[in-house]
């Protein structure tokens, strides 16, 4: 049961869009429509961006959105604003009823 | 508004015990699967266990197999994480996590678990 891969860092400008990937196997992220993204601050707990696969709970901004090919998911941040600086994690459904998270990726606001 | 409060937290040594239970408010807690969910200092998440909402079913990351037992009580709205066999990679801040069918949709404040001699 391995973490899956993201990319340690991205970064943007103000405005801009950056995309995070998420990457696993076909016994997890490919398998399943079940890739949920979260968000944390420092020092605070995580919070559910999206899931499955392409859903906004209630109250998440529309500047998220995310998507999936193959065994890639992927979160695109949109118009980048100071307060998306953060943590994020993606999750997948996997087999034997397991979840695996993300190695995480720092966003950083330039 | 939904609630989850972790306690029972603490410093431990190699090879202790330690029972960390979550109060939950809310929601209807007897409806949903709940979790347990893990961060060690500076490092990511990671996922530890769930039960069904009748606590029928049980399931485990590897890693706790054998050693930790999630459990609930519906009449209490509690959910449980028995850790027994401590070691030092078990060091994390524990979150109790409501489980929306596929996903994690609500997060307490988490519980600080140290084991260390």
């Known amino acids: 049961q391995s973490a899956l891969t993201q990319p340690a860092s991205v970064s943007g400008s103000p405005g801009q869009s950056i995309t995070i990937s998420c990457t696993g196997t076909?016994?997890?992220?490919?398998?399943?429509?079940?890739v949920s993204w979260y968000q944390q601050h420092p020092g605070k707990a995580p919070r559910l961006m999206i899931y499955?696969?392409?859903i906004r709970p209630s109250g998440v901004s529309n500047h998220f959105s995310a998507s999936k090919s193959g065994n890639t998911a992927s979160l695109t941040i949109s118009g980048l604003q100071a307060e998306d600086e953060a943590d994020y994690y993606c999750?997948?459904?996997?087999?034997?009823?397991?979840?695996?998270f993300g190695t995480g990726t720092k966003v950083t606001v330039l | 508004e939904v609630q989850l409060v972790e306690s029972g937290g603490g410093l431990v040594q190699p090879g202790g015990s330690l029972r960390l239970s979550c109060a939950a408010s809310g929601f209807t807690f007897r409806s949903f699967w709940m979790s347990w969910v893990r961060q060690a200092p500076g490092k990511g998440l990671e996922w530890v266990a769930k039960?069904?909402?009748?606590?029928?079913?049980?399931y485990y990351v590897d890693s706790v197999k054998g050693r930790f037992t999630i459990s609930r009580d519906n009449a209490e709205n509690s959910v449980y994480l028995q850790m027994n066999s401590l070691t030092a990679e078990d060091t994390a801040i524990y979150y109790c996590?409501?489980?929306?069918?596929?996903?994690?949709?609500?997060w307490g404040q988490g519980a600080l678990v140290t084991v260390s001699s």
């Open positions: 999750c997948s459904y996997s087999a034997s009823s397991a979840y695996l």
């Open positions: 076909s016994s997890d992220v490919g398998g399943y429509n079940s």
């Open positions: 039960i069904k909402n009748d606590g029928s079913d049980k």
């Open positions: 499955d696969v392409n």
């Open positions: 996590v409501k489980y929306g069918g596929t996903y994690f949709d609500y």
